[in-house]
């Protein structure tokens, strides 16, 4: 009984009683003991030993404590203070960095094209080759053996020096991983008698894969048939992989030493199926390399196999003019396949926009052309102009209508022509239409979208059975704009000199020392570079009494008196005497005594001329480029502008004070170089007809006898007071009505004028 109550109480404290004489017996095996000092003062001292450092390490026994007194305990625990010792830095050292960060991030272009020439095809199919693909592909290199000949414009030809055509080759795919390797992931080699489409083959190599040896084109049997494998046939080209070359590399002058051959394309072939054990294919993972065997004198126009529709290379080609059909053929397939592919985007976009929110209203008229503009507000509201096939209700001077002409009348006739066409296009073979008249018409320009058409149109419409019948149709038309292009313009800077040119005549005296004083203002005093000439013009009478009564007397005097208050500033003049004033005649005055590349500024004595626009003029003159005519901001008559009102002290651009004069063309910038070889061009008509140099101005000479751009624009900062001119009638019909019609539009605004007859009515009626 004991001994069973014993035992349950063993069974059930014993496996504590184990577990806890274990952990002491670990514990006390896990500590290093060291003999503990015994002191005669009965202290116990610390067990340690001796370490490597020289201070004492250990551990004490569980059961010792330590003597060490509070100050050395707080002195151990206290914070020091290290003191920093600057660290002397080596110069950095200096790291490079690409030019482009496509090198760096290691990113290639994705074509190579490299086509085998000779001496005697470079001028004929080497140049047919460069003008069918070029353009369509970023790198083209022409290789031939021959050295010191003239090469054809816009070709890049690199020149073995050796007609041997292995050695060619050789040389071709030593250049190629010598200087292109690391540039591009594809190359394409092919002969100057075969015809290529850029773009299908740039699509091939688009979809294969650039960590694959690659070897394409069409493959042919080797001569004799010894040798097992294919290699690409030249003539057809062929497309070779990077990874393929860059495997070939190490073994490419033992082709050239081991190999023989009579065919550069077999040696190659040969070359790379020997060390890389790569056979020319002309199918890989779907991918197919079309190409078209041309017959002896076929015309491409009546090829019409699939094969040759597919084809990538076309071979053999005659002659250039073969070679123009073939691209003609190609590209007018392209076209009408993208037209294709245009259609059916428009017809899903359609179909998708019946299930949108708004319905069809949420699909643009044309499919795939931006939205009309947008007005913000009733000042942003497009005009539309009526026109009929004979006049048009909208003209620039201001008429209410005026006849139909020019570029507008070829651009109405062509709008009706292809609204009947495409009437046609929809109701054929059902109805058969044609043009009567055209009863109303409507067009607007959007900046957005191009020139649009309204278009009411009276047709006759035929049906099958031959019954006729007059109806009206309105049709709606869109000239979208084409694809915005960035001209390409010389450079040009702020710090050309520039020479103001002020001709002067007797009428003008009264307006110099305004001028003087607003130029003196923006030019003289920030010292700008720019040099102010006066033209005195002086009539014959005039010329003969200078010594004792010079009209320009007192002007002298003033710009004297510039002089001496900016001694840093010269103003010189030119005298010249004529009966008829004329700026072609002056010029030619004014040019000779000049540098060739000097600019000038034609003003007038009325024009307030300021710092902003001589930038412009420097801007906006490009020497054998182009010339600019601004057109400056002209103050109304003050009489009519502000009648019955106290004049402005300074006039503000607004549609009550002023107006751009579009019929003046005094004011112009443009360089000594380009007025020479304008007036050069000219000269032969003056001397069958000597009336142009008065008959003419600097803008018509311009327009007539150069090929420069002649850039008109509107222009701010050129201020312009009222002034009433004298025009002279011995200048043409066209000039002398341009001159009569800036004077009468210098008067005032309609309204203005309107107002001014309204009241001289009311005053006679009473």
């Not at 040009?492 to 000199?497: F, L, P």
Request: charged share 25%; net charge negative.
């Amino acid at each position: 009984m004991r001994f069973s109550a014993f035992n349950s109480v063993l069974r059930s404290v014993g496996p504590v009683v184990i577990g806890i004489s274990l952990g002491f017996t670990l514990s006390l095996l896990s500590v290093n003991w060291t003999e503990e000092a015994c002191y005669l003062d009965g202290g116990e001292g610390e067990d340690a030993t001796l370490g490597h450092d020289g201070q004492l390490r250990g551990a004490r026994k569980p059961n010792s404590i330590s003597t060490i007194n509070d100050a050395e305990s707080e002195e151990d625990l206290e914070p020091r203070i290290v003191p920093y010792k600057q660290v002397q830095q080596s110069p950095p050292k200096k790291v490079f960095r690409a030019k482009y960060i496509s090198t760096e991030l290691g990113m290639r272009e994705r074509l190579f094209v490299g086509i085998l020439t000779s001496k005697n095809t470079i001028n004929t199919l080497g140049v047919a080759v460069n003008r069918t693909i070029s353009h369509h592909l970023d790198t083209v290199i022409f290789f031939t053996g021959m050295r010191n000949r003239k090469v054809p414009h816009g070709m890049f030809v690199v020149s073995h020096g050796d007609e041997r055509p292995i050695w060619n080759m050789f040389q071709n795919i030593k250049y190629v991983l010598d200087r292109h390797i690391a540039e591009y992931d594809w190359f394409y080699f092919s002969q100057d008698d075969a015809y290529a489409e850029a773009d299908r083959i740039k699509a091939l190599v688009d979809h294969l894969s650039i960590d694959r040896e690659i070897y394409m084109g069409r493959p042919e049997e080797f001569i004799g048939g010894a040798m097992q494998g294919k290699y690409c046939h030249g003539g057809f080209g062929y497309v070779l992989s990077r990874t393929l070359l860059l495997r070939l590399q190490p073994y490419l002058e033992n082709c050239r030493n081991d190999i023989l051959s009579t065919r550069p394309d077999e040696w190659l072939g040969r070359c790379i199926i020997d060390y890389t054990s790569t056979n020319c294919i002309s199918e890989y993972q779907g991918l197919q390399y079309h190409h078209y065997e041309l017959g002896k004198n076929s015309d491409p126009s009546n090829e019409q196999s699939e094969p040759f529709k597919k084809a990538l290379t076309v071979h053999p080609v005659s002659d250039p003019e073969q070679m123009y059909r073939l691209h003609r053929y190609f590209t007018e397939v392209e076209l009408q396949k993208t037209y294709d592919e245009i259609a059916k985007l428009q017809a899903e976009i359609k179909n998708v926009s019946v299930v949108a929110f708004e319905g069809n209203r949420s699909a643009q008229w044309p499919v795939g052309i931006n939205p009309p503009f947008e007005p913000k507000s009733r000042f942003e509201v497009l005009k539309w102009e009526y026109f009929t096939e004979e006049e048009i209700y909208s003209c620039l001077d201001g008429s209410p209508k005026c006849e139909l002409r020019g570029t507008d009348r070829v651009d109405v006739a062509d709008v009706i022509e292809v609204a009947v066409v495409e009437l046609n296009k929809k109701y054929k073979p059902v109805l058969h239409l044609k043009k009567q008249q055209l009863i109303n018409g409507y067009r607007r320009f959007d900046p957005v979208r191009g020139m649009e058409y309204t278009l009411d149109l009276q047709l006759e419409v035929v049906n099958q059975k031959g019954h006729s019948r007059s109806i009206a149709k309105r049709v709606h038309l869109l000239r979208p704009l084409s694809r915005v292009e960035i001209i390409p313009m010389p450079y040009v800077t702020e710090a050309t000199r520039i020479h103001v040119i002020i001709p002067l005549t007797l009428q003008d005296r009264s307006l110099v020392d305004h001028f003087l004083e607003v130029f003196a203002s923006n030019a003289f005093e920030t010292g700008d570079n720019a040099i102010l000439t006066f033209l005195f013009i002086y009539d014959p009478v005039e010329a003969q009494q200078v010594n004792q009564n010079d009209i320009f007397a007192g002007v002298k005097a003033q710009i004297s008196t510039y002089e001496h208050k900016y001694p840093s500033v010269k103003v010189p003049w030119i005298s010249v005497k004529t009966e008829t004033p004329s700026q072609i005649k002056f010029m030619d005055v004014i040019s000779k005594k000049h540098p060739v590349d000097s600019l000038f500024f034609l003003a007038n004595v009325n024009t307030n001329v300021n710092l902003e626009f001589l930038n412009r003029c420097r801007m906006n003159s490009i020497n054998n480029w182009q010339v600019f005519f601004p057109v400056h901001f002209q103050d109304f008559n003050p009489d009519v502008a502000y009648h019955n009102q106290q004049h402005p002290a300074a006039v503000d651009l607004v549609k009550d004070a002023g107006h751009f004069d579009r019929g003046s063309f005094e004011e112009a910038c443009f360089y000594n170089t380009d007025y020479m070889a304008a007036r050069s061009r000219m000269a032969p008509d003056v001397q069958e007809n000597e009336d142009l140099l008065e008959t003419l101005d600097i803008f018509d000479m311009f327009l007539k006898y150069s090929g420069l751009h002649v850039f008109r624009a509107v222009e701010p900062a050129l201020h312009q007071q009222y002034s009433y001119r004298a025009c002279n009638p011995r200048l043409s019909e066209d000039l002398y009505h341009r001159c009569v019609q800036s004077n009468m539009e210098g008067l005032g605004s309609r309204s203005q004028l309107a107002m001014l007859l309204f009241e001289q009515e009311q005053g006679n009626s009473t």
